[in-house]
């Protein structure tokens, strides 16, 4: 019988021995929020602030930890980030130039990964090794098996606070080239603060959800909001990329029991998590959830064998065609495309399903609409015209599927802020919209 503790014992380190091993050049890989590696990337960015390496890539997607590379310019060059989806660090370097972007559908990373790239060492946090030698990849499944399949070598960052995900991927001692141990809290996602317009709109799409209906909510007070007015809710289903604390409430207060989906019936599928403590507590050692790949989970042929699927998404803006733009202000980089469209057609492939596109009516204090006549020059369209459903805010709600472009004018202009009416009316005629 393997002495799997042996084993372990042979591979630990230190994350400063280990940032000595890496060359230059390399490309690492990362994946999902609380399952990337900080004193792995602590330790490489003193190496390479100290002149120690040059020309390595690192990879990342909703970055939490506050990474060198993405905070410090001068490490450009030497260590460098890319980005599949940004937060708030990746999002500075790249709109300030010493960080890319890789765009991209969430559920494309895994193909995009096995068809372009090698990397040198996938980094990833996980739970404590179990006693046949097992690794949980704890929050994040995503991409991880791609990346590992592609990967030279496997670094795994052990930390005791990383919940044991029975349903999720796992990577064996006898795989991993080294381990460090670096035990810490997980990064927590503050909550969303839910205020009267974010409860509004959160009411408007609960009316329209059944009971029996499965779920997805993206991140922020809209979609937390949405949640919280489910809560009356019966026998709903979980189906959603990341999992979140209002999905929790919803399962703790028996909305949600996952008894009527077609597939997976009696589990919540998601492929990461990220929130608070009260997340990760219910992850581990849980099988009523499942953590799967994004290829997997995020595909609408996937999504849509669900009935009643509903799929609860923001923007940043949308335009009279019912173009919505969930990533940029203008031509400023804000995140990326994620999950978002990979939802909407599964949502509405689905028996009964709906997709809702939410977000507050006006920015910057009231004094911008998020209703345009045309997206502002240079936003990247993140969902098309075609696919948009349902679009929501504290005003109303707008159906835009089948509906012809005077008719959508008209439902869009009806929801926008009452200041903002007059002139979208003035636009839309003047472009030949409404007739």
Not at 27 to 37: E, K, R, V
Not at 197 to 211: F, Y
Not at 290 to 310: G, H, K, S, T
């Amino acid at each position: 019988m393997t002495d799997f503790a042996s084993l372990y014992r042979q591979k630990l380190t230190t994350a400063g021995e280990l940032a000595g091993r890496v060359e230059n050049g390399w490309l690492l890989g990362m994946d999902a929020a609380a399952a990337q590696t900080p004193a792995i990337m602590e330790a490489l960015a003193e190496r390479a602030a100290a002149g120690g390496l040059s020309g390595v890539r690192v990879q990342t997607l909703l970055d939490v930890y506050p990474f060198a590379f993405y905070a410090d310019n001068s490490l450009f060059g030497k260590l460098t980030g890319e980005s599949w989806f940004s937060s708030a660090g990746a999002r500075n370097a790249i709109n300030g130039g010493y960080a890319d972007f890789i765009p991209a559908y969430y559920r494309d990373i895994p193909r995009h990964i096995r068809a372009h790239y090698d990397y040198d060492a996938f980094c990833v946090s996980v739970s404590p090794m179990d006693k046949h030698g097992y690794f949980s990849l704890s929050t994040a499944s995503s991409y991880s098996v791609a990346m590992m399949e592609k990967a030279k070598r496997i670094f795994v960052e052990v930390n005791e606070h990383q919940p044991r995900a029975v349903c999720g991927t796992q990577v064996h001692v006898s795989q991993v080239d080294a381990i460090v141990e670096y035990h810490h809290e997980l990064p927590v996602l503050p909550p969303a603060k839910l205020d009267e317009v974010s409860v509004t709109i959160g009411n408007l799409i609960a009316e329209r959800i059944p009971d029996g209906a499965c779920i997805q909510l993206g991140i922020g007070a809209i979609p937390d909001a949405t949640g919280m007015a489910l809560k009356t809710k019966h026998d709903l289903g979980i189906h959603t990329e990341m999992f979140t604390d209002s999905m929790v409430e919803l399962i703790e207060c028996g909305a949600v029991n996952n008894s009527k989906k077609q597939i997976h019936r009696g589990q919540s599928i998601t492929t990461f998590a990220y929130g608070s403590k009260r997340i990760y507590d219910y992850i581990d050692d849980n099988p009523a959830i499942a953590l799967m790949p994004v290829d997997y989970v995020n595909d609408p042929e996937v999504i849509c064998r669900n009935d009643n699927m509903i799929s609860i998404n923001a923007a940043l803006e949308v335009d009279l065609w019912g173009q919505v733009c969930a990533e940029s202000v203008g031509t400023k980089h804000m995140s990326g495309s994620g999950g978002q469209i990979d939802y909407v057609r599964g949502a509405c492939q689905s028996k009964g399903g709906k997709s809702f596109i939410a977000f507050t009516s006006t920015a910057k204090g009231g004094t911008i609409s998020k209703i345009k006549p045309i997206l502002t020059p240079g936003a990247v369209c993140t969902t098309s015209k075609n696919d948009v459903d349902y679009v929501v805010t504290e005003y109303g709600v707008a159906h835009l599927r089948g509906h012809s472009l005077s008719d959508r004018a008209r439902q869009l202009i009806a929801i926008a802020h009452p200041d903002f009416r007059d002139e979208l009316r003035f636009e839309a005629k003047k472009r030949g919209i409404l007739i």
